[in-house]
């Protein structure tokens, strides 16, 4: 097995691990950040609706803009990304990592796991029905994977993720 040697290896190429690379090369740390997928951004890529607060929180941007945004910015910075590959474990030799289908032992002075988050909602009678899901796996179904969950959809819940769903929902075509 072959070993490397990082200075910071972030594993997650979404907003929070972005966010760190970004941070970590100003400070004049050399970044590598590893993600399964083959773009970065991770959960921006869902969010098709346009920021709405504060300028400096990206307000009037799509998610996939911020995404390019900070990938940009830390590219300038001297962020290494290392895409479509698979951090499988943490050993006392270092970060289980398998890239262009090799597989090496990645020795970090620091590793920041940022693999992002889990939709967590309440479960309740008949919630492992088919056709029943959380707004983040509907969002995921029609922003990413292209497809619509269903012709009519009755959304639960008023917080700014049901209403920001229920709107693309509507825009892919449901009822």
Do not use: C
């Not at 979404?14 to 951004?41: Q, Y």
């Amino acid at each position: 097995m072959k070993e490397l040697e990082r200075e910071i290896l972030i594993i997650g190429a979404g907003p929070a691990g972005l966010s760190a690379a970004i941070e970590a090369a100003k400070a004049g740390a050399k970044v590598t950040v590893a993600d399964e997928h083959d773009t970065i951004g991770g959960q921006l890529y869902k969010q098709i609706h346009k920021f709405f607060g504060a300028a400096d929180n990206h307000a009037g941007m799509r998610g996939f803009e911020i995404a390019r945004k900070l990938e940009q910015e830390a590219k300038e910075l001297g962020v290494e990304f290392w895409l479509s590959t698979v951090a499988y474990g943490i050993f006392k030799e270092g970060v289980g990592i398998v890239r262009d289908g090799d597989n090496f032992i990645v020795k970090a002075k620091k590793v920041i796991i940022a693999t992002g988050a889990k939709e967590n909602y309440l479960a309740f009678p008949g919630s492992t029905l088919p056709g029943v899901m959380g707004a983040g796996a509907a969002q995921t179904m029609i922003n990413v994977n292209r497809v619509l969950p269903g012709q009519r959809i009755m959304m639960l819940g008023s917080g700014n993720v049901g209403l920001i769903v229920s709107y693309q929902l509507m825009q892919a075509g449901a009822d």
